[in-house]
């Protein structure tokens, strides 16, 4: 039953088995079996993958879509897994909120819903009423995540390890380490708690972006209870008329955008489950467990390094490249980063609407930029690879996961005016109060 299938036995019993795959799937590569076949070893592993649903899951599919981290070959496989878990059935909730709440939780609501409203590799969601009359939704944790997420960083450790026997042009324990740091902020909710009161205060000033408010009283660190959203799936607007896929666009760009130039903070997953359209139509932000801070000098190397695009200045690339943390940069690796770096800021150069890539079809590639990202690969290759600096992972995510959802909208915008709107004036000195203010306030550390 639900009770069973979620107990620590269980779980147990599941990791062992997906441990023994993987390890099998390591020993083959070890061995030279699957040294030049990387289709069938991206193979092997979604199978030995797919036998387990939970944060690997999550953590799998977050590498994928981190261009040029795998090679195309392993982004297909891995975005193919599935991240939703089985919901926990009603008595085990019950024995999990009175755990959190205490015995009498139930009091603490008008009412709350015994099915699950949604499901995910961490936690499930509940419809509920607050006691003064509020939507809300409860984000109730899976148990023994802790246990679980440290099981599968470990295994993601194995699969780059496999990956790195096949090809050195990527070095990812760089990538390892921010991931393993973004996974475990997400199992704390009271922090998710801190990061939704920081993006209220960010986009206060949006009247098309929405962020939940937290109900602290009935939250905990593994609850989180925030006001519930209406909205729709952003899939259900893809044929709506230009004009509201614009609106969205836009919405979505000054969501990502405005508390990353304003506050130097970045919601790092982008995915199509983590915001609804509302009826403006706007954008509702619903979960904020993968956020990222930067110290200013990193946003200023973000627009160092459109400049250098601009004006085609090699030295300031480099000096940007620096500033985010690249080391060992010789001449072919500053090329071939800067290949990216043209593809990543080519719209933000034409004062005109346009799309975001015009000559790509909608829904085509498995991550935005594959081809071109395939191309830096290549490169970085020949040379002898390079680390990706921590910063560097989750702020290229953000830009890529948009960049595939306004692929998907066919948006048509003035990328230009809206980039520069927000870094017109840029100081860092003026960021970094702005950012010690706000943060301060909704209780975030500095970064």
Not at 140 to 153: G, I, K, R, S
Not at 253 to 282: C, K, M, Q
């Amino acid at each position: 039953m639900a009770s069973e299938r979620d107990s620590l036995a269980g779980r147990l019993s599941r990791y062992a088995r997906v441990s023994a795959s993987i390890g099998g799937v390591a020993a083959r590569a070890a061995s030279g079996r699957l040294i030049g076949k990387e289709g069938a070893l991206a193979g092997k592993l979604k199978r030995a993958l797919g036998g387990l649903k939970g944060p690997v899951m999550k953590v799998a599919q977050m590498l994928a879509t981190i261009p040029e981290a795998l090679p195309a070959t392993f982004a297909r496989e891995l975005t193919e897994l599935q991240a939703n878990a089985p919901p926990m059935g009603w008595a085990f909730v019950q024995r999990r909120m009175s755990s959190e709440l205490g015995p009498q939780w139930r009091e603490k609501f008008a009412s709350f819903e015994k099915i699950s409203a949604a499901a995910a590799s961490l936690g499930q969601v509940h419809r509920a009423v607050s006691r003064d009359g509020r939507n809300l939704a409860c984000k109730l944790q899976y148990p023994d995540m802790a246990a679980a997420v440290e099981a599968d960083l470990a295994q993601l450790g194995v699969i780059l390890a496999i990956y790195r026997r096949l090809d050195r042009s990527i070095d990812t324990k760089n990538v390892l380490t921010e991931i393993g740091a973004r996974l475990r902020e997400e199992l704390d909710y009271e922090l998710e708690a801190r990061h939704m009161r920081l993006y209220e205060q960010l986009l206060a000033d949006e009247p098309h972006v929405r962020v939940p408010t937290v109900l602290t009283e009935v939250s905990t660190k593994r609850l989180l209870s925030m006001t519930w959203l209406e909205g729709r799936p952003l899939a259900e607007f893809e044929d709506a008329p230009e004009a509201e896929r614009n609106k969205m666009a836009e919405a979505l760009f000054r969501a990502w955008y405005v508390p990353f130039y304003e506050a130097g903070v970045i919601h790092g997953d982008p995915h199509l489950g983590n915001y609804t359209v509302a009826g403006d139509p706007g954008i509702n932000l619903l979960d904020f467990g993968c956020i990222r801070a930067f110290q200013p000098k990193v946003i200023q190397g973000v627009i160092d390094l459109y400049r250098s695009v601009r004006d085609d200045d090699r030295d300031l690339a480099v000096h940007a490249f620096t500033t985010w943390g690249f080391e060992r940069l010789t001449p072919t690796v500053v090329d071939a980063l800067r290949v990216w770096a043209d593809f990543l800021y080519a719209p933000l150069l034409e004062d005109r609407p346009r799309r975001l890539q015009e000559t790509e079809a909608r829904g085509s590639g498995v991550v935005f930029g594959q081809e071109i990202a395939f191309e830096v690969h290549k490169r970085l290759k020949a040379e002898g690879g390079v680390t990706p600096p921590r910063e560097w992972v989750f702020m290229n995510r953000a830009s890529v996961g948009l960049g595939a959802v306004f692929l998907r909208l066919r948006a048509k915008l003035n990328w230009h005016r809206m980039f520069h709107e927000l870094i017109e004036d840029f100081d860092t000195a003026a960021l970094a109060r702005r950012q010690k203010s706000a943060f301060t306030k909704a209780g975030v550390p500095l970064p």
